[in-house]
């Protein structure tokens, strides 16, 4: 099938590439030439594991193309997924200024029957403003080309995108049309062999579903840090509870680790989406609005504790921080509202010196603190420690999980690690000799 893609991030370059890979012909269009430029030479602007060895497979092999030109992407394409950001706008609410300039490119620009397919995680109701963007721009040109417009919001997880994609949970296909709907079964074939996977509902659903998903799991993480919050002050520890919990299937231990707060290109901006979209109709969305707020002081928890222990050595201007970690989760080099910008606003706000790194996100991180003074980003893991006054853990990857901690205690000038992914036992830290604080857990002093 002929399949073209507008917007090439993490969503549209994944899809792109999967589709490609299974034997579909995929032209990718973005606005960003550079973007372009680069893929067509093979180079991938993001990190996602596996896909560039996708990319450049399906590229040599002539079903991946690239352009900057939405009428070459549409001229042979039965389908149009639209891949483009939508951010949150100024009072939270969801922008779809992208959205939009891509429907009325393609009402301005089609010449074939197309199935338009809002694969952006974009509010109900969405749909029907695509739809009658592109239906104005036919009327202007006087032209009557047959179009449908379809949700199927997308539900691949930054640092593991391409084995989602290649094995989704469920493909979801929000529409009333029987033939879009038999085309987007063709096209997902591959990837939603056992028939249960797909699932066909209406377009208003299809754009609740992917909301009503990210909020349910943004309400997980905030609960547990909640409960970690609550065991701190009680003397539990909220490892011990979570296993406790997560052992009634009804709960199950998935999505229930305590830690910073949940950062990323979705959650925030999702979450803020629903509150704004339900208040567009009258409802107030309390225990949505109260999972946004737990999460935003969450990602100040960690700098509380570290400006807490340096109090009484009067507070921690002048002292330097040695930070493990900057993306928003491991994997990833996404550092969108990622929590370790909150920490590092916080304490270099207060003359904290800070000296981060992170295996893959340091060059974005240092396009967005390049005019911090106060922050270094170095390239090596131990580099990050050479004569701190602490450490913190912010960013679960692998390479942080069994460090040699005698190592870490000759490189910083006092053993004192702050674990806001609790990625360590407490008592062997107490044996290792380090102070030692995390989240929901007893402090080691
Ligand atoms: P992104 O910012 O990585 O990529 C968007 C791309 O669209 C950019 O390359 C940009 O240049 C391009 N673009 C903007 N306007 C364009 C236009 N008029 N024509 C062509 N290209 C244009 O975004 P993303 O993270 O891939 O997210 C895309 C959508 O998918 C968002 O709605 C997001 O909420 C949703 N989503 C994201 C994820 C994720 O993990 N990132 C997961 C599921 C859903």
């Not at 959650?267 to 935003?296: H, M, Q, S």
């Amino acid at each position: 099938m002929n399949v073209c893609i507008v917007g090439t991030g993490y969503v549209g370059l994944v899809t792109a590439a999967c589709f490609a890979e299974m034997g579909s012909t995929v032209c990718c269009v973005d606005v960003n030439e550079e973007v372009v430029r680069n893929l067509c030479n093979g180079k991938v602007h993001i990190y996602e594991p596996g896909l560039e060895t996708l990319v450049k497979r399906n590229y040599s092999e002539g079903r991946l193309t690239f352009t900057t030109s939405l009428a070459d992407g549409l001229k042979e394409a039965r389908v149009v997924f639209i891949t483009v950001g939508t951010p949150s706008d100024e009072q939270g609410n969801c922008d779809l200024r992208y959205v939009d300039a891509v429907a009325r490119e393609v009402g301005q620009k089609m010449t074939s029957p197309k199935i338009v397919v809002d694969k952006s995680t974009v509010p109900v109701g969405t749909a029907d403003r695509v739809r009658s963007i592109i239906a104005g721009e036919l009327e202007a040109r006087g032209e009557a080309i047959d179009f449908d417009v379809v949700s199927n919001p997308e539900f691949l997880k930054e640092g593991d995108a391409v084995s989602d994609f290649m094995k989704p949970d469920r493909v979801v296909v929000g529409t009333e049309s029987e033939e879009s709907a038999a085309v987007l079964k063709e096209l997902y074939a591959p990837f939603a062999r056992s028939r249960e996977k797909l699932i066909i509902m209406g377009v208003r659903s299809a754009e609740m579903t992917k909301y009503a998903a990210n909020c349910m799991l943004a309400t997980k993480i905030s609960f547990i840090n909640e409960v970690a919050n609550i065991c701190e002050r009680v003397g539990a520890d909220v490892s011990e509870v979570r296993m406790g919990i997560g052992a009634d299937s009804r709960i199950g231990y998935h999505f229930i680790y305590p830690g910073v707060g949940y950062g990323g290109s979705c959650f925030p901006k999702d979450v803020k989406a629903l509150i704004g979209t339900a208040d567009e109709y009258g409802y107030e969305a309390r225990l949505i609005k109260a999972v946004d707020t737990v999460n935003n002081d969450q990602k100040l928890v960690l700098a509380s504790k570290i400006k807490e222990y340096f109090e009484p050595q009067g507070g921690v201007k002048g002292k330097t921080l040695g930070l493990w970690g900057l993306a928003f989760k491991a994997n990833t080099d996404d550092m969108r509202e990622a929590p370790s910008l909150e920490l590092i606003r916080e304490l270099t706000a207060l003359g904290m010196k800070v000296k981060a790194y992170d295996p893959i996100a340091g060059e974005r991180a240092m396009d967005i603190l390049k005019d911090n003074s106060l922050v270094e980003i170095v390239d090596e893991q131990c580099e990050a420690l050479s004569g701190a006054d602490c450490m913190a853990v912010v960013t679960d990857w692998n390479q942080f999980r069994n460090p040699d901690f005698e190592q870490i205690k000759a490189l910083l000038t006092a053993p004192i690690l702050f674990d806001g992914r609790n990625l360590y036992a407490p008592d062997k830290m107490a044996q290792a000799g380090f102070a030692y604080f995390s989240i929901g857990r007893k402090p080691v002093a």
